[in-house]
């Protein structure tokens, strides 16, 4: 392989960052579990400007927590992205109709979980940059609109082996 050409993209999980997802060709989102939780949108802009680094464009928060209730740890199970759909599989999905797969688990005297199905278009508003680079911070209420399903029944970490 000739990596000649190559340029190595530098980033550091935020404080809190715990899990990863892919949601376009340009844009990744990192969950943090301070708070209620968020799911910070990040940009890339390459080939265009290779050396900056990924920048925040949004912050989507999570549901706000009742008192006396604290989250401990938010993380994505979704499947690998495809950048296209392959036209001769029978259980593909463009990008654009994904389903992130998110799993919270609070405690509040005893532990409870809940997991978060979330289409991918509550994402795609969100995924480009504010003008003047400010991180937008979206509450729940408006940027999950009809977009998501949430189930009080925790996963198990191999789900994705049994779909």
């Known amino acids: 392989m000739n990596f000649k050409n190559s340029t190595t993209l530098s980033f550091y999980f935020p404080a809190g960052g715990l899990s990863f997802e892919l949601l376009s060709s340009r844009s990744f989102a990192v969950l943090s579990n301070s708070g209620p939780g968020s799911i910070s949108i990040y940009n890339i802009d390459y080939p265009r400007n290779p050396v900056l680094p990924p920048l ?22 979704t499947g690998p992205f495809l950048g296209k759909a392959r036209r001769d599989g029978l259980f593909t999905t463009s990008p654009d109709a994904r389903i992130y797969v998110i799993a919270a688990r609070y405690i509040n005297g005893a ?17 480009q940059p504010a003008p003047f680079h400010s991180t937008r911070q979206i509450p729940w209420e408006k940027w999950s609109q009809n977009k998501y399903f949430c189930n009080p029944v925790q996963l198990s970490a191999n789900w994705l082996r049994q779909v």
């Open 56 to 77: 925040c464009v949004a912050k989507l928060m999570m549901p706000t927590l009742l008192p006396g209730i604290r989250l401990a740890s938010l993380q994505s199970h």
């Open 111 to 127: 532990r409870s979980h809940v997991t978060f199905f979330i289409h991918a278009s509550a994402f795609i508003s969100y995924m």
